[in-house]
């Protein structure tokens, strides 16, 4: 398929059937385990799950760094008629081994000093580390995988991508069961389930390599470390927006366990898996539109890159309007599904989740601007949407909020932060739009 001839709405709809597939595959590890988790084993497994969460944000945040920001200048390389594309997957390659290996180290070595940090007491601690006991042996695969999937996608196998994380994610579902209820391994079972389905996605998606369509090659990079830095810096939005997830999880866990207790905490675990499906959403818009933006980038094809933002825009408020209206009708069906409740859960999930839901309504705009800034070669507006709404004024109304209000405050922190920064992302998505004219390049 010609990403920069053919009809642009067939293009790209395709495009985000494949990325809403592997995103939305992608998102059932962590809510089949909460899910299964929190029946065998009640609150307490649900809030274990909500302590691990923000490990899973760093490893798949730094497989999103190299993944997104390689191929990225990947598309934009090979879209402008050059042929050292493959320099920069390469490049990306090396990146993924390097973090790949300290993400190994940290969570092999630092588990329970991570876990601590990330709000775990005496009771959850032992949950947590079983759950982590066999994924560590699978961390690297974790990120191969984010780094995988964005340049299969670039490189036409969008299908592909979206197989490979189909079958370890349907491995995941029927193992978590399998090994937490027949097998009776509880918790540990649904880590050992999940490292499995990495395993899974991870062979399919190799199989790429042996593909004639391929043309993805380890080639020898002229300036690694040049190459290499100009990916870090053009992934990092992408990077920031699911590690700063992991970071505000972790004050909203410390923050729920000094004023709310272990119940609230246990809601905000199935908060944690409900807004990674939302977030899930948002990025299969934003990987639907960044192969098709980067390539007719490269070539100059200015009206393209305005259809293929119209259609993303589209797909972004139909995302908001169903994940909003969901929430709002269901949100005791969202706690059965992920725990066996008590009644006191029954009583305070509603409000809770309501309030936080409203973020929903502006959360996938907020994260596909990062997506097209990228796409438009314009690193800085990505950054500073990903460090605004992912750390300064998320962090500090979570820290506020109780204080200035009352406890039950906390869960405005982010519809407000969605809010203030889609003001920001409409300001400067009509600015660098209306700069796409006359053939003129973007800096």
Not at 266 to 286: D, F, K, L, P
Not at 320 to 332: D, K, Q, R
């Amino acid at each position: 398929m010609n990403l920069m001839k053919e009809n642009v709405k067939i293009v790209y709809f395709k495009y985000l059937g494949a990325a809403f597939g592997s995103a939305l595959i992608s998102s059932i590890y962590g809510l089949v385990d909460m899910a299964m988790v929190g029946q065998y084993q009640g609150p307490s497994g649900t809030a274990a799950l909500a302590v691990v969460a923000p490990v899973w944000n760093i490893i798949y945040s730094l497989g999103l760094l190299t993944g997104i920001g390689g191929s990225v200048l990947y598309s934009a390389v090979k879209g402008g008629g050059g042929e050292r594309q493959n320099e920069y997957f390469t490049a990306a390659l090396v990146g993924t081994l390097l973090f790949g290996a300290l993400c190994w180290v940290g969570v092999c070595r630092f588990d329970t000093q991570m876990l601590r940090l990330f709000g775990a007491e005496e009771t959850l601690l032992p949950l947590a580390k079983a759950y982590l006991l066999p994924v560590k042996f699978a961390v690297p695969l974790f990120l191969f995988n984010q780094m995988l999937a964005a340049f299969l996608r670039n490189d036409n196998a969008p299908g592909l991508a979206t197989a490979a994380v189909l079958s370890g994610g349907i491995f995941n579902i029927f193992g978590d069961y399998l090994f937490v209820f027949p097998m009776g391994m509880g918790i540990m079972g649904a880590g050992l389930a999940t490292a499995i389905g990495a395993l899974i996605t991870f062979l399919v998606m190799i199989s790429h390599f042996l593909s004639p369509k391929n043309t993805l090659r380890l080639v020898r990079p002229q300036g690694l470390g040049r190459k290499l830095r100009k990916i870090l810096v053009t992934g990092f939005s992408t990077f920031f927006i699911d590690v700063a997830m992991g970071i505000l999880t972790m004050l909203f866990n410390r923050q729920i366990m000094r004023y709310l207790g272990t119940d609230a905490l246990s809601v905000y675990g199935v908060i944690v898996n409900i807004s990674t499906i939302v977030q899930c959403c948002a990025y299969s818009v934003g990987q639907a539109a960044q192969p098709i933006i980067s390539l007719n980038y490269g070539a100059g094809k200015w009206s393209r890159i305005r259809e293929t933002l119209k259609y993303a825009l589209y797909s972004a408020g139909a995302f908001s309007i169903v994940w909003t209206a969901l929430i709002f009708a269901f949100p005791n069906g969202f706690i059965r599904i992920f725990m066996a409740p008590t009644e006191e859960i029954y009583r305070i999930a509603p409000m809770i989740l309501r309030s936080y839901g409203l973020s929903f309504l502006l959360l996938p705009l907020n994260i596909f601007s990062t997506y097209y800034f990228q796409s438009l070669m314009k690193p800085g507006a990505s950054f500073l949407v990903s460090v605004v709404r992912g750390l300064v004024l998320s962090g500090l109304l979570i820290y506020a909020l109780p204080l200035l209000l009352s406890a039950n405050a906390i869960w405005l922190a982010m519809p407000i932060t969605e809010a203030a920064v889609a003001f920001l992302v409409v300001f400067l998505m009509c600015r660098y739009t209306r700069d796409l004219s006359g053939g003129k390049a973007l800096g």
